[in-house]
């Protein structure tokens, strides 16, 4: 990919990181099956006039994946000279590695492009944007049915009521600009219930949020990247996994991210609407199931309730249940 440096080597079983400057794609080696941690845990200083969303997109992530990381720091006035957590590793989701892959309560992206001949083969992941409150991004497989460069945005009429509602009435179509938020490249999936797209905006600010009215919303240098990637026909998977296990090099990872609304937040809870103790030790025995390994459980405990997006190891190391 043009730009792209490698950073710097990592264990084997981990993967190799290749990043371009901030804000274009992050690019991983995949790691084989059976592993499943990619990136490197990372760590920056703010400077005076830095911002997290600042921060954020500078290094390939979004606003509330960024905040969870770094729970009581001043979003909007880090600080100069402020230590920053980075994000940048993560677990691959628990399906298939094929085509899209979306989870919403990670609000991140993860694509799967098909090997090349004589290459090893790579997943590219962004931070996105998501449904709020009553306008739940839908669950389930779906396909990329098509592409369009500087979209016509043409606001669904229950969306257009909302606007005029608020006095912000909007007209029947908005033209490519930058008004458009579409932004330049917008990809539409084949879910019958609506007008679902993978875009851009021309509010950058707002991706990793969840603020969109269904569709998922990217970065502009984002989706660019991607739209020339993904071909039409791409098999797109949307999970709602807040709770999240993976291992690597025999060690379990537990990751916890913040739910999604309370209606479209039916699978598993955390905060306030937790899985519990006991849900997350079943999570815990079912993923040790052919891997024994003891758990840290005071740290599992801690890491669901802070949720803070972050891969924690979770097993005792060299120890093994008799």
């Known amino acids: 990919m043009k730009g ?12 190799l990181l290749l990043t371009a400057v901030a804000g274009q794609a992050e690019e991983y080696v995949l790691p084989p099956a059976g592993h499943d941690l990619i990136g490197l845990p990372e ?33 909007w006035l880090p600080g100069e000279g402020k230590p920053v957590v980075l994000p940048t ?3 691959l989701p628990r399906v298939r590695r094929e085509g899209i892959v979306i989870n919403l309560p990670e609000q991140r992206l993860y694509y799967f492009p098909r090997p090349v001949p004589g290459r090893e083969p790579v997943v590219i992941s962004h931070p996105i944007s998501v449904g709020q409150m009553d306008w739940e991004t839908p669950l389930g497989a779906t396909t990329v049915v098509s592409k369009r460069r500087k979209p016509v945005w043409y606001p669904p009429e229950s969306i257009r009521r909302q606007h005029a509602e608020e006095g912000r009435p909007l007209p029947a179509a ?5 008004d458009n938020p579409l932004g330049e490249y917008a990809m539409r999936l ?3 219930s609506g007008a679902y797209l993978i875009h ?9 949020m969840q603020i969109t009215h269904g569709c998922i919303r990217m970065y502009p240098e984002n989706i660019e990247s991607l ?47 937790t899985v519990g103790l006991t849900g997350l030790t079943r999570m815990l025995v079912e993923a040790t199931r052919e891997r024994p390994v003891r758990i840290n459980w005071p740290l599992a405990e801690r890491t669901l309730l802070e949720a803070r997006g972050v891969p924690v190891a979770v097993s005792l190391p060299g120890i093994t249940p008799r």
């Open 227 to 273: 739209f020339e990637r993904v071909p039409v026909g791409t098999r797109v998977t949307i999970l709602n996994e807040p709770v999240q296990t993976g291992w690597v090099n025999g060690v379990l990872y537990l990751e916890v991210h913040p739910p999604m609304s309370p209606a479209l937040d039916t699978a598993q809870h955390v905060g306030e609407h």
């Open 200 to 208: 851009g905006t021309n509010r950058p600010v707002g991706v990793g």
């Open 4 to 15: 792209l440096k490698i950073l710097r080597p990592v264990p084997c079983c981990v993967c």
């Open 89 to 91: 590793q993560h677990l």
């Open 174 to 178: 908005v033209p490519p600009g930058p």
């Open 190 to 192: 084949g879910i019958p």
């Open 43 to 75: 760590q920056t200083v703010a400077r005076f006039e830095d911002t997290l969303p600042d921060i954020a997109r500078r290094y390939g992530l979004g606003f509330e994946e960024i905040s969870a990381a770094n729970p009581g720091l001043d979003p």
